[in-house]
């Protein structure tokens, strides 16, 4: 997967209609970064193994 | 202890203060003044208050007085004082989750817990300090800065209900309402050595609180399980859950998950504490067995990322209107989940209906799992795991119930070399909140460390 670059924070953040700063995006890319790579490992694991349906 | 001593009432529990109120030993009043004559010599160094509802309190209590004189008492919460999380709306009295987006917001409908917990006759004291919306790192320029612990002010209280948590323990209310959506409610109860429960998922209403809707809960804090059970009563309105706190536990089979707890690494004084915490369990005729639950570290990290989405998702109109109101880290937690997908989020729901099965069937051959309730013992060190939660971090061994809907509390059950309480977790099967509540009964009464108090009253 590419690293999540400042620029694309950005645009994301633009689209999103988040008036982020400088400071603001340096924080959160790490964070987001974080966020994307434990969704991506939860997304592989599901397709591995699928819940039970629902008793009810 | 003589109720009647304003001195002393601070030290009542919800049970004892609710026996003198309707003997009339203890004066809702007076009870109330006392209670706010410790909050104003004690809040400028704990700093667990955002309002302090000095008026409104005061007229609660005459009113609850009258009802009581009346022959109208409601039941064992009737004039007790409460605090609750500044999150949860109180009707008429400002409610800002520490953010500046809310600072003079004064809703017009209490959250439906605390609309229950009223109609049970409780008074609304104060409302308490927390990290901004529940979730974000408090710091100094926060509208109301972080609490500090009781046990050593010159450290901060484990959050986001640190308020509930450092005003129980301190004698500042006998009780509080909290939120926990990873932990809220049970970390600081560990950090501060009183009890907090996280009841099942859905058994009190949590709308009105800012939380997460998929895995948040209000929930109470407070120094015992029985008053626990008392405030669980009020919450939900449903009876039943006191008379069956003091059942017999022995023969209960307790789960240890050992393998998911020591890959955690706790720090050295909790796994002491754990091991000995054990041992009380075994010696009170519980049998202590392993057991093996795969997908729990998983189940943490999908939890946080519930809880990003839909924090963003709640916060989205704000954050596109209001971003300067956030502080800079509440900006950066609430917008984090924005850049998630749908498959991330649905993956997520899904790791916790995997993990939900697993843990019931566990439950079926154990009653209840103890694991500890945080890894590490000061703040300064869960703020090193926070800066990275999406492992699960400082929640690795709360967050998962969180996504699966179990019950757990936090009780009592250590105390570290350096004077910080350290909690035992007890998780139960869904909707066996009274059995779970039983069994950290029979746990409290057993080891000596709920009866702990920090040296305050010699605080300025």
């Known amino acids: 997967m590419n690293a999540l670059s400042a620029t694309r924070l950005k645009r994301m953040a633009d689209e999103l209609e988040l008036k982020l700063d400088e400071e603001d995006l340096a924080r959160l890319r790490p964070m987001v970064a974080d966020l994307l790579t434990v969704g991506r490992r939860l997304r592989l694991k599901g397709q591995r193994e699928r819940p039970k349906p629902r008793s009810s | 202890m003589n109720h009647s001593d304003v001195d002393q009432v601070h030290l009542l529990s919800v049970a004892e203060a609710g026996r003198g109120i309707r003997e009339g030993s203890v004066k809702p009043t007076e009870y109330v003044e006392a ?32 009802e009581i004189l009346h022959g109208k008492w409601r039941g064992p919460l ?30 017009e409908n209490d959250a439906p817990s605390m609309a229950a917990t009223r109609r049970a006759g409780a008074i609304v004291l104060a409302k308490l300090n927390l990290n901004e919306f529940a979730w974000s790192i408090p710091g100094e320029d926060d509208l109301c800065p972080p609490p500090r612990n009781p046990w050593s002010p010159t450290q901060l209280a484990m959050g986001s209900s640190s308020g509930s948590a450092v005003a129980v323990a301190s004698g500042i209310c006998p009780a509080a309402l909290g939120t926990d959506a990873g932990g809220s409610v049970r970390q600081p109860a560990s950090n501060c050595g009183v009890a907090g429960l996280k009841p099942t998922h859905g058994l ?24 626990i059970a008392l405030l669980l009563e009020g919450m939900t309105g449903i009876p039943g859950y006191l008379d069956r706190v003091k059942k017999p536990v022995r023969g209960t089979r307790v789960g240890v998950p050992h393998s998911y707890i020591d890959e955690a690494r706790p720090d050295p004084e909790v796994a002491a504490a754990f091991a000995e915490a054990l041992r009380g369990l075994a010696h009170l005729g519980m049998e202590v067995v392993e057991v093996d639950i795969q997908g729990l570290a998983d189940a943490a990290a999908a939890d946080f990322l519930v809880l990003n989405v839909e924090a963003f998702t709640a916060h989205q109109g704000w954050l596109r209107t209001r971003i300067r109101d956030y502080g800079p880290s509440a900006r950066a937690y609430h917008t984090q989940g924005a850049f998630l997908s749908a498959a991330d989020y649905t993956a997520a729901v899904r790791v916790g209906e995997v993990v939900r099965h697993r843990l019931d069937a566990v439950l079926t051959a154990v009653d209840v799992l103890a ?23 400082t929640a690795i061994f709360s967050a998962p ?28 099967r869904l909707s066996g909140d009274a059995d779970l509540l039983a069994v950290a009964h029979a746990y409290e009464q057993a080891t000596p460390w709920h009866t702990m108090r920090p040296a305050l009253d010699s605080a300025p």
């Open chain 2, 204 to 227: 009190i209403d949590s709308s009105g609180a800012f939380g997460p809707p998929s895995i948040c809960e209000v929930g109470p804090i407070a120094r015992t399980v029985e008053d």
């Open chain 2, 401 to 428: 119930f969180n996504l699966t809907g179990h019950p757990a509390i936090s009780v009592p059950g250590g105390m570290s070399a350096s004077g910080i309480p350290i909690g035992l977790q007890l998780v139960g």
């Open chain 2, 35 to 66: 209670l706010v004559e410790r909050a104003r010599r004690l809040d400028p160094l704990l700093r667990c208050t955002v309002t302090l509802a000095t008026d409104a309190a005061i007229a609660d209590a005459r009113a609850a007085e009258d």
């Open chain 2, 371 to 393: 694991t500890p309730v945080v890894p590490v013992v000061t703040t300064e060190a869960a703020r090193a795991n926070k800066a990275r939660p999406h492992a699960g971090g």
């Open chain 2, 78 to 107: 009737h004039g007790i004082p409460v605090g609750v999380k500044d999150c949860i709306a109180t009707a008429g009295l400002r409610t800002t989750a520490n953010s500046r987006v809310l600072a003079d917001w004064v809703p």
